[in-house]
């Protein structure tokens, strides 16, 4: 087995990291390949399994807005109403689904599953050729809280489209909370971006500007029908900032 990866102080001081431990009579599996592992079980990509929630709100535009949300966390859950995480690309909207989906089965043990939106439409049509669509439907449909990560950023056939709105149109019918997360803004938000934007222009960069004044508006991206079911099923939650990726191969001396 590898060795895991990541910060020495989280690899296993009995294995160091090999999950498998050597002794005079033999080789056995170690006690920490048999942890729960909360990331994996909620389907979140590794790279967001150490999400923290403290340090995931530190982009989030109106931070009492979110507080609020999360105070009335079990209010919000059992109304079904979810959260819209809305921002330029880099700006820690995975991170902040992911460590709201952990909170949320650490605290009411509300199983969640995290998808990448182009993902979940490549499974629903793997589904649809084993004759297991109705199946998969259900479970996603029905999942106590589900994350739909980076929504309007695939092209949508006629077939994703119906499929996308049959599982967003269950969902809020039967009032189960969805995290979404997507760098386009929905229509009934239109003017506080365009103010967004003004406020932001003295800071940027003129090239800059440019590409942010040109960004394109959720209701360009998927069906109008499901941006006005969304305003009701999410609370809007804008994240502003620089894009962290870029920054880091920046200052890890990395060309862009």
């Given at each position: ?49 150490k999400a923290d929630l403290e340090k995931a ?200």
């Open positions: 087995m590898k060795p895991s990866r990541g910060n020495q102080n989280n690899v296993c001081p009995k294995c160091k990291g090999l999950g498998v431990i050597f002794t005079d009579k033999g080789a056995y599996k170690c006690e920490c390949q048999y942890r729960f592992n909360i990331g994996k079980y909620l389907n979140i990509p590794p790279r967001y399994w709100k530190k982009n989030v535009q109106n931070k009492a807005q979110l507080e609020g949300y999360l105070e009335k966390l079990k209010n919000n859950l059992q109304s079904g109403r979810g959260l819209l995480i809305v921002g330029p690309p880099g700006t820690g909207k995975t991170y902040l689904a992911a460590a709201l989906l952990k909170k949320i089965y650490k605290d009411y043990r509300l199983r969640g599953l995290f998808f990448q939106t182009k993902e979940l439409l490549i499974k629903a049509k793997e589904a649809a050729a084993k004759n297991q669509l109705s199946r998969f439907l259900d479970l996603v449909s029905r999942i106590p809280v589900l994350v739909l990560d980076d929504l309007g950023n695939e092209y949508l056939s006629e077939w994703d489209a119906d499929i996308l709105y049959l599982i967003l149109n269950r969902r809020y019918n039967h009032r189960k909370p969805t995290i979404i997360t997507t760098n386009y803004v929905p229509s009934y938000h239109k003017e506080e971006e365009k103010n967004n934007l003004q406020k932001e222009k003295q800071n940027k960069e003129p090239q800059k500007e440019e590409n942010a004044t040109s960004s394109q508006w959720l209701d360009d991206r998927i069906s109008p029908a499901l941006v006005s079911r969304l305003k009701e099923m999410t609370l809007y939650v804008p994240l502003l900032g620089e894009d962290k990726r870029k920054r880091k191969i920046l200052l890890n001396g990395y060309p862009l």
